[in-house]
């Protein structure tokens, strides 16, 4: 199981993240998105390396991008003029700085497994879970909604753009206060992660002009509702004691799915998108 989270977690790093920032809308991340290879290589050959110091300085070189990150949102709050948010605007607002904040818990959990060392009682394996978790299902999970919510301008879009930044929060506090408490967590993000996959599905699809945009999203959309269903089972089973998936068959279920099928094909979909949008653009 270490090799094949591994494997997600560079996709995380290398390729999820900086082509995330890309599709922001926020031209103050251009030049961290820019220099994201300096902080993510140093991450990734981390994974790979026994637990100990030189693991441990690659991780901090990736802590710290994921730390420049979380300032851009705490400068983004407070430079953001009120007046240009509303109602309709604020959910996805929300959402970006969310999936800008789950990178620096991410690369938390990645130093401290790194350097061998459990923090706030969690231990090694948690914690290596913790970090694809928080890449995907926190930043992938935020962006694309808040995404969905500027193209779907619905009440749905809101719920969607607000219900997975607090689902995810709720699952990260439930890690210190106890199974129900993620359980509550996993009920929110699931029914926010559906609601991305319903409107990817019938709102997004349908304004793709060419069939291979329309299959990434049709394929993220099919995939997110799948796997949620996985990782609902799993939290219900934690909280209950019903029988669920064993962590190893959600890393290669729920994990594997969530990295190729959603996030990956989400913002693979949204670059062509947002390239088609630019072309339009320039051409008019």
Excluded: K
Excluded at 152 to 175: C, I, K, N, Q
């Amino acid at each position: 199981m270490s090799v094949l989270v591994g494997l997600i977690v560079m996709l995380g790093m290398l390729v999820i993240v900086p082509v995330g920032l890309r599709l922001a809308d926020a031209p103050e991340l251009d030049r961290l998105r820019r220099l994201w290879p300096v902080f993510g290589a140093p991450g990734a050959v981390a994974l790979w390396l026994p637990r100990g110091p030189a693991a441990t300085a690659l991780a901090l070189g990736y802590g710290l991008g994921a730390a420049l990150l979380a300032l851009h949102a705490l400068a983004r709050t407070v430079r953001r003029p009120r007046p240009l948010l509303s109602w309709r605007t604020a959910p996805a607002e929300v959402a970006l700085l969310t999936a800008l904040v789950t990178p620096a818990v991410a690369a938390t959990a990645l130093v401290a497994e790194r350097s061998g060392s459990p923090l706030f009682g969690f231990g090694l394996g948690i914690l290596a879970l913790t970090v694809p978790h928080f890449h995907f299902a926190g930043f992938a999970a935020a962006l694309v909604a808040g995404l969905v919510s500027r193209v779907a301008d619905s009440a749905a879009g809101r719920f969607a753009a607000l219900s997975v930044p607090l689902g995810t929060l709720l699952v990260l506090v439930g890690y210190f206060i106890g199974d129900r408490a993620e359980l509550a967590g996993a009920v929110v993000l699931t029914a926010g992660m559906w609601t991305v996959a319903l409107l990817t599905w019938r709102t997004v699809r349908p304004v793709a002009r060419d069939l291979a945009t329309r299959l990434l999203l049709a394929t993220s959309a099919a995939v997110l509702a799948a796997t949620m269903v996985l990782a609902l089972s799993w939290a219900l089973g934690e909280a209950t004691g019903l029988p669920h998936p064993t962590l190893t068959w959600m890393a290669a279920t729920h994990g594997v799915g969530n990295a190729l099928g959603f996030a990956l094909c989400s913002v693979l979909a949204w670059q062509r998108l947002d390239h088609r949008t630019a072309h339009e653009g320039r051409t008019a």
